[in-house]
């Protein structure tokens, strides 16, 4: 786009000093006169890239047409012009104290070889002066493009350094989330791998004598180890490390949903926990995720939503089981206000071929619900 305004420019200040050279008796031979400023004109082409040099090009254009050609003669209004773009690219494209000292030193220069001698012949100062003004006007006009095409530089800038810092913090986000969730993940199975030490001593004293029982205890460890292998994939396939520490207390699952929303109604915040479907035994995974969600909402709905009504529906199905939590407030259910609670609940959701939605309802409120699929055997 610049290439192009570059060359209409230089077009129509050619053309224009064409039809001035030629239909009016300036001093100086037509094809001389022709010659320089085609070539001062064709500068401009470089404006942009070396505008002191094309300014100071047209300097000496005019001064030779000026004083050196006879009888001495003021400059075409094209050449007027000419000197005009120049001064114009020198404040607007020139680079900082450079700019500035050699567009002074110009205009200086503009003053003491083509109109000192002019007014020094007696020319009236009337027809001087309003060049100067209007230079210093082009001057400024320049230097205010500038300071703007600057300032849009930085913000862009700006914009662009907030982008990466916003994509940093949720980076961050999802890698906390993701030590947390292997954390517990370690914790499941820790357990899992517990029980299966327990039955498989208790399968070896019954061996003796009750083969039935021990049958059992060994079901129990084939069942138990299944789970836990399952758990152990789904974490080496997302989370490459953990920093977690054994431990082998019972894990937080929906059965104990009861507990945690009596917490929150004793925080100041009515829920009402309602149950579809047969409750059924959940993969430990499964269980605490959805244990979890259900809890990330729910604080992130006392926190922030400011409602004063919230729900809480659980729904078992055949191949999956659904959380939902709705409220009634005006807050945005993200937790911290920049989305990183939902990047958790989602992260969590993934982690076992779950999907996560929320937004805000219809009519007010907030809505978090997640779907996890109870396919043990999903990798």
Known sequence: MAV????????????????????????????????????????????????LAVLFLAE??????????????????????????????VAAHGEGRRAVVGGAAAFATGILVVDLPR???????????????????????????????????RLTDLAAQLEREREEKAQTAVTEERARI???????????????????????????????????????????GRQALTEMRRLLGILRRTDAELALAPQPSLGRLEDLIEQVREAGLPVELRIEGEASSLPPGVDLSAYRIVQEALTNTLKHAGPSHAEVVIHYREDEVE??????????GNGDGSGQGVIGMRER??????VLESGKKTGGGYVVRARLPLDSDRP
């Open 60 to 89: 000496v254009v005019l001064s030779i047409q000026a004083n050196f050609f006879d009888p001495p003669s003021q400059p075409p209004l094209s050449g007027f012009l000419i000197l005009q773009v120049a001064f114009y690219s």
């Open 323 to 332: 959380v939902e939590v709705t409220d009634d407030g005006a807050g945005n």
């Open 349 to 354: 959701a993934a982690l076992y071929g779950g």
């Open 4 to 51: 192009w305004a570059d060359w209409l420019i230089v077009l129509a200040l050619g053309g224009f000093a064409l039809v001035e050279i030629w239909a009016a008796p300036f001093a100086g031979p037509r094809p001389t006169n022709t010659i320089l400023f085609g070539f001062v004109t064709l500068a401009l082409l470089w404006r942009r890239r070396a505008p």
């Open 182 to 224: 292997a954390r517990e993940m370690h914790d499941v199975v820790a357990h899992a791998v517990s029980v299966m030490v327990v039955q498989s001593q208790a399968a070896q004293r019954l061996l003796e004598g009750e083969q039935k029982a021990a049958r059992q205890a060994l079901g129990s460890i084939e069942t138990t």
């Open 119 to 153: 007014l020094l012949s007696g020319e009236n100062p009337g027809d001087v002066f309003p060049a100067w003004i209007f230079l210093i006007i082009v001057w400024i006009f320049g230097r205010l493009i500038r300071q703007g095409r600057l300032k849009a530089a």
